[in-house]
C-alpha cells in the first residue's frame, strides 16, 4: 500500500540550529512528495514539493530531495529560527483512478524552537 | 484573492446529530478535497470532487457525505454523529485533480 511515515516527535532545537526531519515512503509507482507545515490553530500550507526522482524541492530556506534509492525526503534547514515552530507533515500524492488524486500524509512532526 | 475559506470555524455537536461543513474554494479552482485530521495525526482523505462529480472517495463510512455545487463551492455532510468524529474537517481546492492543493483553516467539529 501507500504510506509516509515520519521521524517521531516532538523535536527541540535553539535558534540556528541545524533540522532534519526524516521521511521515508512506501508507494507503488512514482509519486509526487510534498512538506506541509501547519501553524498553531491554521490549516496546513504547503512548504515545498517535489515530483521526480532526485528532483529537489525548497523554499523559505528548506530543502527535501526526493531520494528514489532509498524512498526518503528529508527536511533539512541549515539556522532555524523561533518562527520555524509548528507542525510538519510529510506526504504523497496517490492515483485513484483516472483523473483523481488523493495525498496520504505521515503522522506529523512538531518542532519547538527555543530562542 | 481570497484563500480556501471554510465555515463554520468551530462546531459543537451532540452524538446522533447531523452536521454540514461548506467550503468555497479559490477562484477558478474546479476541484475541491475533504480531509479528516483528529487530534495528533495526519490528516486523511475523504472525498475528492470535481466539476460537481465525486472523483474520489476515502475509507469513511456511508454516514458521510458530500456534494459541489455548479459555483465550485462544496458541502461536507455528516450523520448520525459519534464521538470519533470529533476532529479538524479540511477543505483543499485545486485547478485539476492533480496538482497545487491550497488548504483552508478547516472546521474543527467537537462531538459530545
Not at chain 2, 459541489?68 to 474537517?89: C, I, K, M, T, W
Amino acid at each position: 500500500g501507500n504510506s509516509v511515515t515520519q521521524m517521531e516527535g516532538p523535536v527541540t532545537l535553539s535558534e540556528e540550529a541545524f533540522l532534519t526531519i526524516n521521511c521515508t515512503y512506501t508507494a507503488t509507482g512514482y509519486p509526487s512528495l510534498f512538506w506541509y507545515v501547519q501553524y498553531p490553530g491554521e490549516g496546513l500550507q504547503l512548504l515545498l514539493k517535489a515530483t521526480k526522482a532526485d528532483d529537489k524541492g525548497s523554499n523559505k530556506g528548506f530543502e527535501a530531495t526526493y531520494r528514489k534509492e532509498t524512498t526518503s525526503f528529508h527536511l533539512e534547514k541549515g539556522s532555524v529560527q523561533v518562527s520555524d515552530s509548528a507542525v510538519y507533515f510529510c506526504a504523497l500524492s496517490v492515483k485513484i483512478i483516472q483523473g483523481a488524486q488523493k495525498l496520504v500524509f505521515g503522522q506529523g512532526t512538531r518542532l519547538t524552537i527555543n530562542p | 484573492d481570497a484563500g480556501v475559506t471554510q465555515s463554520p470555524t468551530h462546531l459543537i455537536k451532540t452524538r446522533g446529530q447531523h452536521v454540514t461543513l461548506r467550503c468555497s474554494p479559490i477562484s477558478g479552482h474546479k476541484s475541491v478535497s475533504w480531509y479528516q485530521q483528529v487530534l495528533g495525526q495526519g490528516p486523511q482523505f475523504i472525498f475528492q470532487y470535481y466539476e460537481k462529480e465525486e472523483r474520489g472517495r476515502g475509507n469513511f463510512p456511508d454516514r458521510f457525505s458530500a456534494r459541489q455545487f455548479p459555483n465550485y463551492s462544496s458541502e461536507l455532510n455528516v450523520n448520525a454523529l459519534l464521538l470519533g468524529d470529533s476532529a479538524l474537517y479540511l477543505c483543499a481546492s485545486s485547478f485539476w485533480v492533480d496538482n497545487g492543493y491550497t488548504f483552508g483553516s478547516g472546521t474543527r467539529l467537537t462531538v459530545v
